[in-house]
């Protein structure tokens, strides 16, 4: 899809040399998957202590 923005040269200069991503594309994809990433993560934490999983770690991890 096409669109047409105005971003700070700098902060996509910064952003391409810290991901050695070599285009403007490239790093905007990247910084929409981390941040997708990122949200799913938060989403999951949200759950932790609430579910109840029953599971026995030693047994997991084969420890008797």
């Known amino acids: 899809m096409r669109t047409t923005i105005d971003l ?15 285009t403007k594309t490239g790093v905007i994809v990247l910084a929409l ?8 993560i938060a989403n999951i934490k949200r759950y932790k202590g609430k579910i109840d999983l029953e599971i026995d770690l030693d047994t997991l991890r084969n420890r008797s």
């Open 8 to 22: 700070p040269e700098d902060l996509l200069s910064e952003a391409m040399k810290l991901t050695h991503t070599r």
């Open 33 to 40: 998957e981390e941040l997708i990433r990122k949200s799913k």
